[in-house]
């Protein structure tokens, strides 16, 4: 890198400095950076999104920032490049960079003048600075004293506008209003009492083995997917759902609504289409909410409708089949997880939660639209980016214990299966390519949610490979087949290879 480039990556980094503070002072709800990264997470196709997701799972929101910004400095570092030979190139490529930043920060859904003024603010900030680092210092009569004294006043400089662009940084991360929103918001929702106790776990649907997954999952376990960068933060007193579309009535229900008409308490087991044989992007809570069928009943869906489009108030879309949500299932909009009120991260202050279907089809959190419409008129979120349109789980079964070497002699194999809103009605482990043997299923409330097995091994000494099936209570037993997590959810058996000692 040359001199020139790295003076251009320093102003670029007091500009993204500027721009974050100028958001902050703004309280401005998403900083340029943030809009700029969302827009990166919504143009990202998704054949390109799903290995990064597999590889580096829920960090993928940091990185993304990360490579951002390392983007934006590099793309700086070509526009200081250019300063000294091309300054009208240098100066065109700096208001490309505002104009996108712009376009990022006005395409979002909390796009806002303070937002704009924050990018101008770091154009200006980003030609100011290279302005500065590039001034001709007065030449002395001695060539050598003038070049070290021009050499001690440039690391000045440098020094200056280093620091600060940390103390605008810093300071501009301490000032987020999101910051500020997010713990009042925590307060809030911590003193929200839902009509509702948390239950207990059922009878014999954990079979406590140690290392298994529990049967239930903790709201700090469950996991999380989602495309926000900073998770949505609603005031559940602001809130409301708008219906319409293809229905008789439009309706706008708020929370006061909701839990006026009583809330009812599902188990139901979410599972997201990402999750790869054997992974644990599957999680199994009671959620308590209010059914959508009622709702749509009110709203009086139109023949020829057979998709609710819902989408998120950061504008993520989801398309369901109408049947899934009245068939009486227990599809619901729900506002408790566990007894509480829906952690913010998992959809607080409303979500949609509708057993049998992958998350990506189904589970809209932070849900503030719902649209009737149709299959033919309408694509959703994922659906844009190559995933299927429809996405009913695929029953599924995975080893939980062991995973990697034990002692001889008996050892228990368990782990869990899952076919919601069908059933599991048997599981099977098989070690190398011995014959199949029945597991012992734990017993539940439910269909909906995923069932612990276990299977007693005698273990010999050696390498062996253990391997698990399930089948439903539709009678289909699972493929061996691998099938691919896109473009709707991985088949093929889970298997684990074990050195017994
Ligand atoms: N608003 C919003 N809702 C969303 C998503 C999202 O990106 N945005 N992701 C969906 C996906 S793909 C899954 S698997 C589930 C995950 O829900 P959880 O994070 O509560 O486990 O949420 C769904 N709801
Ligand atoms: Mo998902």
Redesign the pocket.
Known sequence: MTSHRLLGVLATAAALAASQLTAAVLGVRESPVLAIAQTAIALTPGAVAEPIISVVGTADKPITIVVVVVAVLLLGGVIGSWWRPHRTRAVAGAAVLVALATAAVLTRPYGSIGGVVACLVGGLVLLGVLALLHREPSRSGDEDAGQAFSRRRMIKLVGAVAVATAVAGTASELLASRHRRRRDLDRMRAALRLPTRRLPTPRGADQNVTGQAPWRTSNRA???????ISPPLIDPTEWTLRIHGMVDREMTVTYENLIDRGLRDAWVT?C??SNPVGGD?I?NTVFSGVPMKDLLDEAGVQSGADMLLST?E?G?T?GTPLAALTDGRDAMLALGMDGVPLPV???FPV?QVVPGL???VS????VTDWEVTRFDDAEAY?TQRGWSAEGPIKTHSRIDVPRTTVDAGVVTVAGVAWAQHTGITKVEVRVDDGAWQKAELASVPTDDTWVQWRWEWDAHRGDHRLQVRATDASGYTQTSERADVVPDGATGYHGVDISVA
Do not use: M, P
């Open positions: 469950f996991y999380r997917i989602d495309t926000a979410l997201c289409v992007l999680s998120s950061d993520w989801c991260e998992h959809g979500r992958y998350g990506y589970a809209t959190k932070w994922w």
